[in-house]
């Protein structure tokens, strides 16, 4: 008589690594993060045999002992697990001798899966840190990276040219934690940069990116290519209020036809409401700076403990505005130290890009142009060009991971994950790291993936 299971220690956090996001995904009305964890899923945890066979080439492949842990029934593991030091290991086989007996027939898994309950799926990856209570999925093993796919011969670094971008989903302040708390703990860096060595062997970076999509940090700029980013959202007003002079009656420039007796008091009645909003904008700016300038200071905290770090070959800050850009170097000093800047067209690194510094000056600046080809700050692009800094156009979502993603994700496997959500507390995503690694002299995109932590609370 087989023995009573013992039901599994439900996790705390979780960890993601999206599989084979360089492939073309389906269209999600999410996002393509929320429909590359969906796939992620899928080939973690469905067990088909095409995801957890052994590859006929996999074996010639192999030199030297494998850096995974064996699995299958016929090798010395049974459940994934992974130490204080982000090691992969095994459980004692022995308490599921009794399992196994199911699974006999079987053929041995490739490296990364491990037998799960359900014989119908009979292999699944994942990993489970007992002390943290944190499962990932999949097993980090799994994650291939063009740099690492050949381990019987030298590594070809020098051949990719990788760039990091790091998204913090999460405001300490905002999410109603103790103030005394960082708004951003560079220890989220740290996890995520060690995590993704851990599961693609990198371990430089040429350039890393760092977001911050829960401020607005991008705004304050002045006219775009197109006009100012405040003249498209209001479109037509920006002409039918006629005069720019606060306080004064809209005239009727602008080729606008002059005012007829009813648009007359329908002006009037505007004019009121327009002094008003005068009033009140005005406290509204003050409010706004003041605002502004605790978020730099938050940035600053960030951009100061990353800068030393030797890893990042290359630093550079996601959607800001020019003030907001300007005040963040002249409060950490960024624009007299580490200068790493590069002449452009070159493609080689300055040699003290690599030299810590109490606080680098950025090496891009990236702005999001995602529906609206004119966003590029015509000033800040000036001004980015003066200080050897290039400006680049990004198309990633502001929501990044909208609160819906993954609540529904781990509700729709929820009867194939080794350990359960937990009853109570709220998942909240901290952070998310986007990598990709392109072939430096045919700019062909080789490999790209994400990370994703998220805890209850």
């Not at 960082?182 to 995590?195: C, G, N, Q, S, T």
């Not at 030393?308 to 850009?325: K, Y």
């Not at 995602?370 to 800040?380: F, R, S, W």
Request: with cysteine.
């Amino acid at each position: 008589m087989r023995a009573a299971t013992i039901a599994p220690t439900p996790m705390r956090a979780l960890i993601l690594h999206t599989h084979d996001v360089a492939r073309s995904l389906k269209p999600s009305v999410d996002g393509e993060l929320a429909n590359a964890l969906h796939e992620t899923l899928h080939f973690a945890l469905d067990g088909r045999e095409e995801d957890w066979g052994i590859r006929d080439d996999e074996d010639e492949r192999r030199c030297g002992p494998s850096t995974a842990s064996g699995n299958g029934p016929n090798s010395a593991s049974g459940r994934a697990t992974i130490g204080v030091n982000g090691s992969v290991s095994a459980q004692d086989p022995q308490a599921d001798a009794e399992e196994e007996e199911d699974y006999e027939s079987l053929p041995p898994a490739r490296s990364g899966f491990f037998l799960s309950s359900n014989p119908e799926r009979p292999y699944i990856s994942y990993a489970w840190n007992e002390r943290s209570q944190t499962l990932t999925l999949p097993n980090p093993v799994v994650v291939a990276n063009p740099t690492t796919q050949d381990p019987c011969s030298p590594e070809n670094r020098s051949e990719f040219d990788v760039t990091a971008k790091f998204f913090y989903l999460d405001d300490a302040h905002a999410s109603g934690q103790d103030a005394r708390e960082e708004r951003f703990p560079v220890a989220y860096i740290d996890d995520a940069l060690k995590r993704l060595t851990m599961s693609t062997s990198l371990i430089t970076i040429d350039t890393f990116i760092v977001s911050f999509p829960t401020l607005r940090l991008d705004i304050g700029g002045s006219k775009s290519c197109c006009g100012s980013a405040h003249d498209d959202q209001r479109g037509n007003a920006t002409c039918t209020a006629g005069s720019a002079t606060p306080g004064a009656l809209p005239s009727d420039g602008c080729g606008i036809t002059p005012c007829t007796n009813l648009s007359r008091s329908a002006a009037l009645a505007n004019h009121s409401k327009a002094t008003v909003g005068v009033i009140s904008g005005r406290a509204s700016s003050s409010d706004h700076t003041h605002k502004l300038r605790e978020d730099i200071q938050a940035v600053k905290q960030v951009w100061e403990a990353i800068s030393p770090n030797p890893q990042l070959v290359s630093l550079g800050i996601a959607d800001i505005s020019l003030p907001a850009l300007q005040q963040l170097l002249s409060s950490s000093d960024a624009s007299t130290s580490g200068k790493n800047a590069i002449s452009r067209g070159e493609t080689a690194l300055p040699s003290d890009a690599t030299v810590p510094s109490a606080a680098r000056k950025p090496r891009l600046v990236t702005v999001n142009v995602k529906g609206n080809p004119c966003a590029i700050d015509k000033e800040l692009n000036a001004w980015c060009e003066k200080q050897d800094m290039l400006l680049v156009a990004h198309n990633d979502q502001r929501d990044l991971l909208p609160a819906r993603t993954l609540p529904a994700l781990l509700q729709e496997f929820e009867h194939d994950l080794p350990h359960p959500a937990p009853v109570e507390g709220r998942l909240r995503p901290r952070w998310v790291l986007k990598y990709s690694t392109v072939i430096r002299e045919r700019g062909i995109l080789a490999d790209k993936g994400y990370i994703v932590y998220a805890e209850w609370i």
